[in-house]
Structure formats: C-alpha cells, structure tokens
C-alpha cells in the first residue's frame, strides 16, 4: 500500500503509470492495480505485487488512506442487496473506501458457484469474524505459490477515483 499514489513500473512490461489500488487476497498473490494512459484514455492494469517497482513520487499529496475495518476469512453481508458469503479479498483505493470482494458458498439455479463481487467495505455487515482455514501447512511465498490466472471482480458500486 505505501506504493500508492506513487509513479511505479512493471518490470517485465515496462508499463509505467500511478498505483491507485492494492489488493489483499486471503490466501496470498496481492495485486496493484497501476492507471495508465493508453491512446488518450485511461487504464487500469493489474499486477502482482512482486513485478512493481517504485519510479518516483506522484503527481498529487496523499491524504491518510482509508483504514481496512473487515478481517478476511470474515462472513459478511451486503446491506443493500443482501449478498452474503467470505471476504476474500480487499482492495485499497488511492481516492475511496477499501472495498471488500465477497465469495458466495451457495450455487446458481444452474448448480454452478455464483459469482464473486466486491462492494464498498462501507455497505457491509459482519455477520461472523473467522479465521480462515489454511490451504496447506507449508510456507508460501511468491515463488512457490503456482499462480494462474485471476478473474478481476466486479464492483457493485459506482465509486469515482
């Protein structure tokens, strides 16, 4: 999170632009979401965390970000949908509250998982603090982790950055 706000860079892309949000996942490979322009529109690009490095300062003052209230592992309620499930991850915006992505444990109609989102961490109520369970008892670290793949969520709100 201290990258936020900062000019940084993708070591392997080269890609450069402003770090506006950091996510926290639950069982590990955070992510920094890096604003870039890209034929006079802005982008956002996500990376995991160990492929960014710091460029120099941003463009603005940082004010005090915003304080993360909701545990992961926790179960949790959307408010104003009544969506429940885990939160698995959150994400810290450079310009808005910590949003919080939710995992149902509940199927579709179709037997399939349903959908992840994220909501505003603001919109939600902790139904359960818990701990969550560990996926295997040996250390993780970003290069034994088998990464893959990650789907990027869906925000339930409209929130301007």
């Avoid at 936020?4 to 993708?10: A, I, P, Q, R, T």
């Avoid at 910590?98 to 037997?111: A, M, R, V, W």
Wanted: proline content about 4%.
């Amino acid at each position: 999170m201290k990258r936020l706000g900062n000019v940084v860079k993708d070591i392997y892309t080269g890609l450069e632009g402003v770090a506006t949000g950091y996510s926290e996942w639950l069982y590990g490979c955070n992510r920094i979401c890096v604003e870039v322009v890209e034929n006079n529109e802005p982008k956002d690009c996500w990376f995991d965390e160990q492929r960014i490095e710091f460029v120099k300062s941003g463009p603005m003052e940082i004010k005090k970000l915003q304080t993360p209230k909701i545990k992961l592992g926790s179960k949790v309620k959307d408010k104003v949908t009544g969506y429940q499930g885990t939160a698995m991850a959150r994400v810290t915006w450079l310009f808005a509250h910590p949003s919080i992505e939710i995992e149902s444990n509940e199927l579709n109609k179709d037997g399939n998982k349903k959908e992840r989102y994220a909501f505003d961490e603001t919109r939600l109520q902790v139904l359960e603090e818990e701990k969550p369970k560990e996926a295997d008892k040996k250390e993780r670290t970003h290069t034994s982790r088998t990464g893959g793949p990650q789907d990027d969520f869906k925000r339930c709100d409209v929130v301007s950055r």
